[in-house]
């Protein structure tokens, strides 16, 4: 089978960060890290919102529906954000609203939280830099390190890049790119042979973006579109259960 996440789109996952420790210019990597292993349906970030130091988030937290978590700092010097997050992240635990989580932090002190979320049997991923102390990256089933998300988001970017340069008409560069958010959803997709089903990337498309229609691109349907963009995607098809399905694969 093409996709081999750890679990099905079909479960639910809650993603948490903690402002203070994240970057908000790698949100939407996040969202597609989250994404390989479910549909991510909690999306909530804390911090103190009444400092400057939050405002980075707020334009691109209401862009991908995130719920900003007033936390006050009572002691200066002090983070209370990591109680505020911890606190939420039990009471997601004990509703069974989901079925795993996303800590974005580089903070130890989410690691008896991890350790504990492991101990109901519950999938635990955690975003953070390299400088994160190991318990907490060891009490995580999985562990992104955010240094990776840099240098993939420079990658895709330059890929686009090429792309806009190599023989496109002027009338065609006006046009929408789809190139961006098919490239999240291949990436939320894709398993270890390279390979994504087309049905599920459609899936993981409209989770990136609700309003996702491959008509504004000028076709009907996603298949075309992806057809249509035969310079960055090969395509074949194959039999899975009796059925045919449509895989996808992104051109180096």
């Known amino acids: ?19 203070d420790n994240a970057q908000s210019s790698l949100l939407p990597q996040m969202i597609v890290e ?31 529906a995130f719920q900003p978590i007033q936390q006050f700092r009572y002691t200066v010097g002090k983070n209370a954000t990591d109680s505020a997050m ?6 997601i635990l004990h509703s069974g609203v989901v079925d795993g989580f996303c800590l974005v932090s580089s903070d130890s002190d989410y690691t008896r939280l991890a350790t504990r979320i492991r101990e109901t ?26 240094e990776n998300l840099v240098e993939e988001k420079k990658a895709v970017q330059q890929k686009q890049a090429h792309a806009k340069r190599t023989g496109k008409s002027k009338a065609e560069k006006e ?4 190139m ?13 042979d390279g390979w994504a089903r087309l049905d599920t990337m459609g899936n993981n498309l409209y989770q990136l973006d609700p309003s996702f229609d491959p008509r504004t691109y000028g076709h009907k349907q996603l298949s075309r579109l992806i057809k249509n963009l035969k310079d960055q995607f090969e395509m074949r098809t194959q039999e899975i259960a009796g059925s045919p399905i449509i895989l996808v694969r992104i051109k180096e």
């Open 1 to 19: 089978m093409a996709n081999e996440n750890l679990t099905s789109l079909r479960n639910k996952i809650a993603i948490l960060i903690d402002g």
């Open 34 to 64: 989250a994404g390989r292993h479910g549909q991510v349906t909690v999306r909530r970030i804390y911090g103190d919102w009444t400092t400057n130091h939050m405002n980075s988030w707020k334009d691109t937290l209401n862009f991908h």
């Open 86 to 91: 911890i606190i939420d992240a039990m009471d």
């Open 121 to 146: 049997g519950i999938f635990v991923m955690g975003i953070g830099e390299k400088k994160t102390p190991k318990a907490f990256v060891n009490a995580c089933d999985l562990f992104v390190y955010t």
């Open 175 to 178: 046009e929408p790119d789809p």
């Open 180 to 192: 961006p958010i098919l490239t999240q959803a291949f990436e939320m997709t894709v398993g270890q």
